[in-house]
């Protein structure tokens, strides 16, 4: 089955921290993940897909398909980061988005 | 840029009756994605268009339906509205054949059923 699981539903970091929101997938093939991130009351944001392996407001993620994991990463949390984080897994026939339940990132001063 | 629209921003109904939310893709966007985010949820994929046609389904009930025209924007209908049909519904675009395919998101229609 595909599925995305994000095990913390809320982290919480000082401000300068650093800080790795975790994501696991199961996917049978080749799997395209993203990261989404909703701040408060706005609409869902592309931050990273790992096929460009781009960083992004200093975030980085890297699939590691041994252990179906896309993690995301930033070496100094800033209290602006603090959002909602959801991994997503492009799965179906026609591509639609699985998401993770999503991990509240809270940046404190 | 352009970026994906929808109306309304936000829709008050009663039970039982009917709403029509509308999406606006980005233009030359062909491919359209409607979800579902109830209150403190994750979203949840209901329906995709592509070029007009329906290409997949989700968890979408079958009060819902949905169509893209030929314009490519989506309306999504919702009848017999539940207390539960209340959430955010978000749509979403993207290109079909382009490099990466990547999803952008409306601002969503924030629905409330009373």
């Known amino acids: 089955a595909q599925r995305v699981t994000q095990p913390e539903k809320l982290l919480s970091v000082f401000k300068g921290a650093p800080v790795e929101l975790k994501c696991n997938y199961s996917y049978s093939g080749s799997p395209e993940l993203f990261w989404y991130v909703q701040y408060s009351r706005q609409r869902l944001q592309l931050l990273l897909r790992?096929?460009s392996r781009e960083s992004i407001k200093g975030f980085t993620a890297d699939l590691n398909k041994g252990e179906t994991s896309f993690h995301l990463k930033k070496p100094f949390a800033q209290e602006e980061d603090s959002a909602m984080y959801y991994c997503a897994l492009k799965g179906g026939s026609q591509g639609n988005l699985i998401f993770g339940k999503g991990t509240k990132l809270s940046v404190k001063p | 840029a352009a970026g994906v629209i929808q109306s309304p921003r936000h829709l008050i109904k009663e039970k039982r009756e009917t709403a029509t939310l509308k999406c606006y893709p980005i233009?030359?966007?062909?491919?359209v994605y409607w979800y579902q985010q109830g209150p403190g949820q994750d979203p949840q994929f209901l329906i995709s268009f592509y070029e007009k046609m329906q290409s997949d389904k989700g968890s979408i009930p079958d009060r819902f339906s949905a169509q893209q025209f030929s314009d490519y924007h989506s309306e999504l209908n919702m009848s017999s509205l539940e207390l539960g049909d209340s959430a955010l519904y978000f749509c979403?675009?993207?290109?079909?054949?382009?490099?990466?395919?990547?999803?952008?998101f409306g601002p969503g229609t924030r629905l409330l059923v009373l």
């Open positions: 979403a675009s993207s290109l079909s054949g382009a490099w990466d395919e990547t999803q952008y």
């Open positions: 790992h096929i």
């Open positions: 233009p030359r966007h062909d491919t």
